[in-house]
């Protein structure tokens, strides 16, 4: 393709996840004139149906419909915006400073609610409540990080997206759909465009990276390709647990989603809650890696939808790790026991009661339903995490479970399901300004899959962001 054929854009935006949206949101809602081009490896927001929901089991759909597509992997996980801790949504304040991410979490809160979201917030009228919660935590040796929540729900999430997908399609934001980036155009250190599977090409004045935790080790093999800056950072690597609602009925009721965090006795180790799922259900995701190997890994789901809840609760608790020079590895190191425990599920995941754990033997479907536990996903094979996860890790999760059972007792009890493996795909920190650049010219990373943001609010914020720093640039 000659420079005289070629299709130029303003901005090309790589992921079509929290961060991309609430990107080309702001440049083409500020600045209607501008050719933003948005390239996602998954389906439009209409096609992303999980064939599991009408089969009862994961069918594998290469590229997996709730990891990949129009709003990423977090809006079809519940769908909830934290408004106002940073303590849990990675490193964005560290990078532009916690006044300034409270400005942009309240911003896209503001658009949220715009496009449909309830307006109902969890953690502001029980206050009475919430301190009892404080109180009992404190007691245990557990930090309460203290949050506002607005749960979208799974279901309702995709009725909001559908709304930011054809708003940005009416205003003019070009997305190809089912077109993967293969590598960058890269010339005397500025990115000049991107080079797809297909073999496209396309090219802009600014490119920002937002590719999600799917994207993630993709992005960390093109950092490494184009000496891209980047460190490992923080592993997180645990388990999904499941109990009855009854058990979680304060926290849900006064909190919704409590972060509870914890450091170990025996180890000093960062164990924490996240992504707690209210009368929801255990889900699958299957990350597709650069091998062109796959790997399935485990999540949660909750709806706003009265006849899609159940009566269990869901959360995971992750092992927070920090390596030192000479590991290089981070997102290796979390796909390494996420395939073990595949290996060992038969391409799927581990459940194994908290009982059987306790007594050193692996569960079997007779010893699960045995305790009266029936779990929530009908893919996950039972067996022995043990076999899975190192033993310093397990011991943080026991030590865990054990010490928020004096905050919700009967958590500890043997009935309690643990699913594993849960990895957080985020790892690989790209080294970055405060103008979200790399040391490749015109080449920017936000969202999850540069490491410094996890979740939806803080995501949003962070591609709010971008957003301004390239129309002040006058892109």
């Not at 896209?108 to 979201?117: N, R, V």
């Not at 930011?164 to 000049?192: C, M, P």
């Amino acid at each position: 393709m000659n420079k005289t054929d070629r299709t130029n854009y303003d901005v090309i935006i790589v992921g079509a996840g929290p961060s991309g949206i609430f990107c080309a949101y702001e440049l083409i809602t500020k600045n209607p004139s501008l050719k933003v081009l948005m390239l996602e490896k998954g389906n439009d927001i209409k096609n992303r149906i999980c064939p599991k929901r009408k089969t009862g089991i994961c069918v594998h759909c290469k590229p997996c419909n709730i990891t990949t597509g129009f709003s990423g992997a977090g809006a079809f996980s519940d769908g909830k915006l934290t408004l106002a801790a940073t303590e849990t949504g990675g490193n964005l304040d560290k990078l532009i400073g916690e006044e300034k991410v409270k400005e942009l979490i309240q911003k896209t809160d503001d658009i949220y609610l715009k496009f449909g979201a309830d307006s109902y917030v969890y953690g502001l009228d029980k206050p009475n409540e919430i301190a009892a919660i404080r109180k009992k935590s404190e007691d245990a040796g557990l930090k309460l990080v203290e949050s506002p929540i607005r749960h979208l729900g799974t279901e309702a999430s995709y009725e909001i997206y559908s709304k930011f997908q054809d708003y940005l399609l009416s205003k003019g934001v070009e997305i190809l759909f089912k077109t993967s980036v293969k590598d960058f155009l890269i010339r005397d250190g500025r990115a000049e465009g991107v080079i797809c599977k297909n073999g496209q090409e396309f090219f802009a004045r600014q490119i920002v990276v937002g590719a999600g935790r799917e994207g993630a080790s993709w992005f960390k093999a093109i950092c490494e390709k184009h000496d891209i800056n980047s460190k490992a950072g923080t592993v997180d690597i645990g388990v999904r647990v499941e109990c009855p609602d009854k058990i979680m009925h304060e926290l849900n009721e006064a909190l919704y989603e409590s972060k509870l965090i914890l450091y170990t006795k025996n180890y000093n180790d960062k164990v924490r809650t996240f992504c707690q799922n209210p009368s929801g259900e255990v889900a699958l995701e299957n990350y597709h890696l650069p091998d062109g190997k796959e790997v399935t890994t485990v999540n949660g789901h909750a709806y706003k939808s009265k006849e899609l809840k159940t009566d269990l609760t869901n959360f995971a608790l992750l092992v927070s790790k920090n390596f030192t020079e000479p590991f290089k590895e981070p997102l290796e190191y979390g796909t390494i026991f996420a395939r073990a425990a595949n290996m060992l599920a038969g391409g799927s995941v581990l459940v194994q009661t908290y009982g059987d754990i306790k007594k050193h033997r692996r569960s079997t479907p007779e010893r699960i339903k045995a305790t009266g536990a029936s779990p929530t996903c009908p893919d996950a094979v039972p067996g022995d995490l043990t076999l899975v996860l190192p033993k310093r890790i397990m011991d943080d999760i026991i030590e865990m479970i054990e010490t928020m059972n004096k905050v919700v007792t009967g958590l500890a009890g043997d009935a309690t399901l643990l699913y594993g493996i849960e990895v957080k795909f985020y790892s690989n920190m790209v080294l970055i300004d405060k103008k979200c650049e790399t040391n490749i010219k015109g080449l920017f990373a936000i969202g999850d899959s540069s490491s410094w943001t996890r979740g939806l609010s803080m995501s949003s914020a962070m591609g709010l962001y971008i957003a301004d720093i390239l129309l002040d640039s006058e892109v």
